[in-house]
């Protein structure tokens, strides 16, 4: 049980909540909550305020304002909408976007924003139904806009929601305007929120936005000549219940693939995702279905969108006649390697292109881009860094691909957040320009692995749920920081570098600054066999993380199996030496 001054500080916000400002269903609500003995549950709802982390605003559907409902959606929505009218005050009408994907709730608190928004002034185009994230941020640079919202968790549990800000760039919101924004909402009550909308400043908007945004998605294949030869490509497609039903198969379609199956049971729109425990194509939970119909018909390739299709999961046969799920890391090292490899073949590459990866994402990205002499840039974890990067350069050097450990790549620079849409396309076209030459995608990874070393990675989430979970995940990060481990997994800490203070200190005790736009919480260590370690509390949720990439050679596209078993062992001893 938590102390008394924290259960006295809980219910008195919770009080606030019993007046006519809020509607009776939220009323009873924290009603049941304060007779409950156990305060548990009202202390989590109350403790905090919900705050904009590396996705946005996040959290469980429910009363409280640590909780998603069309309070703390509708306080977000004015702060940001204050905002708009103090940053754009002389333009003569500011704009946003609205979009949301199949959630419960989601179409509610999207129609609820739009209100909002435009009983401030503000006109709204709304998309007539779900649609992925990337067509959000797409839609703001299309149609002119200063800022835009998509209502969705992404790939967390069916008990979430979510708020994804996007400022005028179609990029996820940065500073200053991040802590800016939050500076707004914090003085928001529920009273100043206009629920009342102005229907002549709402726009709704489909069809005539996707058009547009497919033919630039289609725009970005490097090689449609190996597509007509290979258009029969055996396809097995999921939206799992979300935004990518909406475009995905269409865009597909438009490349010139003829020969796609979707999954009839997870094609259907449903907030409570019926057909999996959790909605995340990294788990190979998720992707049963799919596989089993790719089985069935002897598929070539298994695609997998999460609900706001922004994040892709995929499946191939290995060397067995296996079906391997391609984990988050050789993703992303596999739509670079490709674009890298085929933009020289093609003649397509320029001096001034270059990728962008984050800081936690394999190394193996470094070392293609080292030997073919591109430039790489690494930032933070959050494709908003890395839309930061293609910002900074625009109009100077020319953004070919980036993407990140957690599934999410992004081919273009006309949509400045992940994107599985042109992300499942392309992964079509690298599977027929593989299958051209009589290969499956795992003998092109195998051929990464011989030419440019083998690496492994995972990443150990340490879920720590409520106030005492954020308060451990705190010290955890602390006795990090305090007491750097020596050696991990038997090799000794070569280089630290501590993102909270910007400093790096190698073996000799020798600190330099590192160059970052601002400080975060995130450790590294590096060791002299090669290993890499990076810790980071998550952002959007109450977890601390551990990425974990061990090194190996290996010599042979046959070689795969002892370099996979030499690297799990290293991985274990990495684990036993963190204590996870």
């Not at 938590?2 to 259960?7: A, D, F, S, T």
């Not at 709730?105 to 998309?127: H, P, W």
């Not at 919101?173 to 909308?197: R, S």
């Not at 790096?504 to 290993?531: I, K, R, W």
């Amino acid at each position: 049980m938590e102390n008394q001054e924290l259960i006295n500080q809980v219910t008195a916000k919770a009080n606030q909540w019993l007046t006519s400002a809020y509607d009776a269903e939220t009323q009873a609500e924290v009603k049941r909550m304060l007779e409950n003995p156990d305060k548990t549950e009202l202390i989590d709802s109350f403790y905090k305020d919900l705050e904009f982390g590396t996705g946005g605003l996040r959290g469980i559907m429910g009363a409280g304002s640590n909780r998603m409902n069309i309070y703390t959606v509708g306080a977000a929505t004015q702060g940001l909408a204050n905002y708009l009218n103090k940053c754009f005050a002389g333009k003569e009408q500011i704009s946003v976007v609205v979009g949301h994907d199949c959630r419960n709730n989601s179409r509610k608190f999207a129609e609820i924003s739009a209100d909002i928004f435009s009983a401030n002034g503000i006109k709204v185009y709304l998309f007539d139904d779900l649609r992925p994230t990337p067509e959000v941020s797409f839609a703001i640079r299309h149609l002119g806009c200063q800022s835009g919202i998509n209502i969705t968790a992404s790939h967390n549990p069916r008990e979430y929601n979510g708020y994804k800000a996007y400022w005028d760039d179609g990029a996820q919101v940065l500073a200053p305007h991040d802590t800016a924004i939050i500076d707004e909402v914090n003085k928001v009550t529920v009273a100043d929120i206009k629920f009342q909308g102005n229907k002549d400043l709402i726009q709704i908007i489909g069809e005539d936005v996707d058009r547009v945004y497919l033919e630039k998605v289609h725009g970005i294949s490097i090689d449609p000549e190996v597509i007509k030869r290979q258009k029969d490509l055996c396809i097995v497609y999921t939206p799992l219940h979300g935004a990518g039903r909406a475009l995905i198969p269409a865009s597909l379609k438009e490349w010139g693939f003829e020969n796609v199956h979707c999954v009839p049971e997870q094609m259907v729109k449903d907030g409570n995702f019926p057909t999996v425990v959790s909605p995340n194509p990294e788990y190979a939970e998720a992707l049963t279905l799919a596989v089993k119909l790719a089985k069935e018909i002897d598929a070539d390739i298994v695609m997998a969108s999460d609900p706001d299709a922004d994040r892709v999961g995929m499946a191939c046969k290995d060397d067995k006649g296996e079906w391997v799920l391609i984990n988050g890391n050789q993703t992303c090292l596999i739509f670079l390697y490709y674009i890298i490899k085929n933009r020289i073949a093609t003649g397509k590459m320029k001096p001034t292109d270059f990728i962008v990866k984050t800081i936690v994402t394999t190394e193996l990205i470094k070392a293609v881009a080292d030997k073919n002499h591109i430039e790489m840039l690494d930032c933070y974890t959050g494709f908003k860094w890395i839309a930061r990067e293609i910002r900074l350069r625009e109009g100077k050097q020319q953004y070919i691909g980036g993407g990140e450990e957690s599934y999410g790549f992004l081919a273009e620079d006309f949509v400045r957040d992940k994107d599985a849409v042109s992300a499942c396309s392309l992964l079509a076209e690298i599977c027929a320009w593989a299958k051209d030459q009589g290969k499956t995608l795992y003998d092109v990874l195998m051929e990464i692995y011989v030419e440019y070393g083998f690496s492994k990675e995972t990443t150990v989430n340490v879920v720590k749920p409520g106030k005492s979970g954020a308060e451990e995940i705190k010290a955890m990060m602390e006795n990090f920081r305090v007491n750097p481990p020596q050696e991990i997994g038997g090799s000794k800490v070569s280089i630290i570098k501590d993102y909270k203070t910007l400093k790096m200190t190698d073996a000799q005790g020798q600190v330099t600054d590192l160059e970052m736009p601002e400080t975060s919480n995130v450790l590294q260590y590096f060791t002299e066999d090669g290993t890499k370690i990076s810790v980071r509390p998550s952002g959007t949720e109450p977890k601390i993380k551990f990425y974990i990439e061990v090194k190996g050679e290996m010599g042979c596209p046959k070689c795969y199996a002892n370099a996979n078993t030499a690297a799990e062992e290293k991985i274990k001893a990495v684990r036993q030496s963190l204590g996870i």
